[in-house]
């Protein structure tokens, strides 16, 4: 008993490890794809529940980074098929204030370019906006995102193209789209 104990104990140290330097990459990632800030912090908590859960299945074939990125993947794709199924979607948020600090009209004017290219990422299907997300917003590494979407690294490539000639479509300034990403 006493093993076990310890052995609990150092699940719930290391995944407190794991809150404190991976929330905010886990939540920015769950942010990017669900646009709903309330739901959010709600997702990022289960995803750390289900990497306590499943412990002892962390294998170190990846980082802990890109395991507990998986396992959001899967939390926010089951929630888009909810929300798909009640047909139910959330816009993005405009309110934000202006730092006073910035130059009022750029900001603006970028902060309109930033919510039309999300707003036009957040319309594409699923798995392009994994994608988009996880190469050019996130930053990680073909390998990286193969690895979090358990795919192989032709598919990724695959999937990224066809996103970005996608977001080229819907936006008439189609080489704006690829520079802004």
């Known amino acids: 008993r006493r093993v076990r104990k310890n052995l609990n104990k150092n699940r719930e140290e290391l995944v407190m490890e794991w809150y404190e330097l991976y ?11 669900i646009q709903d800030k309330q739901s959010c912090e709600d997702f990022v908590h289960d995803t750390f529940v289900r ?15 890109t395991w507990l990125l998986s396992i959001a993947k899967h939390i926010v794709i089951d929630e888009i098929r909810k929300r798909q199924r009640r047909r139910l979607f959330n816009s993005i948020s405009q309110g934000r204030e202006v730092p006073s600090a910035f130059n009022v009209e750029q900001y603006v004017e970028n902060k309109e370019t ?20 996880l190469r050019k917003i996130e930053g990680f590494s073909t390998i990286e995102t193969a690895e979090i979407l358990n ?19 819907m936006n008439e300034g189609g080489e704006h789209v690829e520079q802004s990403v």
């Open 23 to 33: 929330y905010e990459d886990v939540y920015r990632f769950i942010l990017y794809m």
């Open 51 to 65: 990497a306590y859960t499943a412990f002892e299945r962390f294998d170190n074939r990846s980082s802990i980074k």
């Open 114 to 133: 930033v919510l039309n290219l999300m707003e036009a990422i957040y319309r594409l299907k699923s798995n392009y906006r994994l994608v988009i997300i």
């Open 151 to 169: 795919w192989s690294e032709a598919k990724v490539r695959k999937t990224l193209s066809r996103a970005l000639q996608d977001l080229k479509k």
